[in-house]
């Protein structure tokens, strides 16, 4: 493998995957387009939980980004799967909603994220969770 094989190799590595579960289809491309506009950051959206979870036969994301509100299960639902999924190999999820449920101790272990938000707070918060 040459240099610049090596490097070309090097950058597929330095890439993190990160799953967006969005039903609203304008909101999940803008969050969309503003990961790809980052260089580390691969973004793979889904429209519903059990979407995301066939999506997760083919992608290992480094992050999950869920909506709150889905088609079929909430949010809350997929992270609960996911949690049990990873087995000890726990990836950051954070969820956003305009309205979360309050007094509910699932969000205990959740990083939440209130709509509307700040996309560039946001970019941040994902740098922040996936230097961690």
């Known amino acids: 493998m040459d240099m610049f094989q090596q490097q070309a190799?090097?950058?597929v590595l330095a890439v993190k995957r990160i799953l967006i579960v969005e039903d609203?289809?304008?909101?999940?491309?803008?969050?969309?387009?503003?990961l790809q506009e980052e260089t580390?950051?691969?973004?793979?959206?889904?429209?519903?939980?059990?979407?995301?979870?066939?999506?997760?036969?083919?992608?290992?994301?480094e992050l999950f980004l869920l909506d709150y509100h889905l088609p079929g299960m909430n949010g809350l639902e997929l992270a609960d799967q996911l949690q049990r999924r990873e087995e000890g190999d726990q990836r950051p999820i954070l969820l956003m909603s305009a309205d979360l449920p309050q007094e509910n101790d699932a969000l205990d272990h959740l990083i939440t994220l209130q709509k509307p938000f700040d996309l560039e707070m946001l970019l941040q918060l994902i740098a922040e969770l996936l230097a961690s």
């Open 9 to 11: 190799w090097n950058d």
């Open 24 to 34: 609203d289809p304008i909101l999940g491309n803008l969050l969309l387009e503003a």
């Open 40 to 61: 580390t950051y691969q973004g793979h959206l889904a429209p519903s939980g059990e979407m995301a979870l066939k999506m997760l036969l083919t992608i290992t994301p």
